[in-house]
């Protein structure tokens, strides 16, 4: 008995450490499993394959074609990046998944072949952690239009700290400073690690990624896309 259970524990242990090996590369392309990409093409159709198989051969050659300074490199991979899942249809929650409010994981998003300003944040988020830009760099904001007078996401990449940070916009081609896009206010930003939401007066409260409930539901469905 006590050597059954201490094979069992061992196996415990393996089937922990893969799992917490796969979790580190949720949402990156090369996760993507034979059965999920077979799943999205029996949901969407013939073209869900070839989509997201495009999405495989992106990252490889963006992966082989960096060379030089890092951040020379970053920064050609951000327009790559925002080039690649801006060519995706616009479209509104309502019209693409019959709900008001949804985000898609990246495999959802081109697998149907249509995104919300969410969506493309967090496609470009995962895309470029897989491409190895630090995720200390990178924060989806939430913030308000004044040009839609309505909620909307974008992507912020930080070169360092303290920096003024680019914007990654599926509404236009163009990545601009933060400084630049007066159009927009922040309410909150987040990625893997945290949350902030900035205070009147100042302050910044500081919250767990996972107090975000819509982030935690594309983190729970992307670790549901490994097991298909």
């Excluded at 924060?139 to 940070?165: C, G």
Aim: glycine fraction near 6%.
């Amino acid at each position: 008995m006590r050597i059954a259970t201490t094979a069992l524990s061992s196996a415990a242990i393996c089937v922990l450490l893969v799992a917490a090996a796969a979790a580190a590369e949720l949402g990156f392309s090369r996760s993507m499993t034979p059965g999920l990409i077979a799943h999205r093409e029996k949901q969407f159709g013939a073209g869900a394959r070839a989509r997201l198989e495009g999405w495989k051969s992106f990252v490889g050659q963006a992966t082989a074609s960096e060379t030089g300074a890092r951040p020379a490199a970053e920064a050609r991979l951000l327009r790559a990046v925002n080039g690649f899942f801006n060519r995706v249809p616009s479209m509104t929650d309502l019209a693409h998944w019959g709900v008001e409010d949804y985000w898609a994981t990246p495999s959802e998003s081109l697998a149907s072949n249509g995104a919300d300003c969410e969506d493309y944040a967090i496609a470009k988020y995962f895309t470029l952690k897989e491409l190895g830009v630090p995720i200390a760099r990178l924060r989806l904001v939430y913030a308000k239009s004044t040009r839609s007078r309505e909620a909307h996401m974008v992507l912020a990449y930080y070169p360092d700290p303290r920096a003024d940070p680019l914007i990654l916009d599926n509404l236009q081609g163009s990545i601009e400073s933060a400084s630049e896009r007066s159009d927009l206010i922040p309410v909150y930003t987040f990625n893997d690690e945290e949350l902030l939401w900035p205070q009147a007066g100042g302050s910044t409260v500081r919250l767990s990624a996972a107090s975000n409930r819509k982030w935690k539901d594309v983190l729970d469905k992307l670790e549901r896309e490994l097991t298909l």
